[in-house]
């Protein structure tokens, strides 16, 4: 089972918070933290994706955050995966999602991820436990 590294810990109050607001398995938002920035607030991916939780900024603004508050970040990350959970139904889409992008898994299915999503998903709930 995850727990959150030293580094994450400043955030942990938060990860539980939103966890228990949107009823997310335990210790998904630190592991996704972790697998997006390594719990930096100031991560920038070469693809434009911000802050914490690695949100581009049309899906930040979609969802009504500032990618770059590691808190607004976290808050946002938890809506956002509980939004995909509701529409995929189950964690591997949601997560694929999170990663690849819902239209993609919608368009094109989960089997026709790239083996960084694929990578992605494995790593994300098998520490948490979903994946075995």
Do not use: C
Not at 24 to 39: F, K, N
Not at 64 to 93: T, V
């Amino acid at each position: 089972m995850w727990s959150t590294p030293a580094k994450g810990l400043a955030y942990e109050a938060v990860f539980v918070a939103a966890t228990a607001a949107y009823a997310l398995p335990h210790g998904l938002l630190s592991r996704v933290a972790y697998q997006e920035s390594r719990y930096n607030a100031a991560a920038q991916s070469p693809k434009g994706a911000i802050g914490l939780m690695q949100f581009l900024p049309a899906t930040a603004r979609d969802i009504g955050i500032d990618p770059a508050d590691p808190h607004q970040s976290i808050w946002g990350a938890a809506k956002y995966l509980r939004d995909l959970f509701n529409r995929f139904g189950n964690w591997k889409e949601a997560i694929a999602a999170y990663n690849w992008g819902q239209g993609n898994v919608t368009r094109l299915g989960i089997a026709k991820a790239p083996q960084e999503t694929r990578n992605y998903v494995q790593g994300v709930l098998g520490d948490i436990g979903i994946l075995t």
